[in-house]
C-alpha cells in the first residue's frame, strides 16, 4: 500500500513533471531538425524528404493530363 502524500509536494512533482517533459519535447524537435538537415549544406535531406514531404505527396492524387482508355 502506498502512503498518503502531501498535496504541495505532489504539485510540485507534477510541475517538475510537466518541465521536463517540455525539455525532452524541445529536445526531440531539435534531433528531428538535426537528422532532417545536411550537416554541411544545411539544406534537407533524404531522411526529411522521406519522413516529412513523401507521406505527403503519396496521400494526394496526382492529376491526369487526360483520361486512359483501354480497348
Request: no cysteine.
Amino acid at each position: 500500500m502506498s502512503q498518503a502524500q502531501d498535496p504541495a509536494d505532489l504539485q510540485a512533482e507534477i510541475a517538475r513533471l510537466k518541465d521536463e517533459n517540455e525539455k525532452l519535447r524541445a529536445s526531440n524537435r531539435r534531433w528531428i531538425r538535426i537528422a532532417g538537415t545536411d550537416s554541411l549544406t544545411k539544406l534537407p535531406n533524404k531522411v526529411f524528404f522521406s519522413t516529412a514531404l513523401l507521406p505527403q505527396a503519396i496521400s494526394k492524387p496526382m492529376p491526369m493530363a487526360s483520361p486512359w482508355v483501354v480497348s
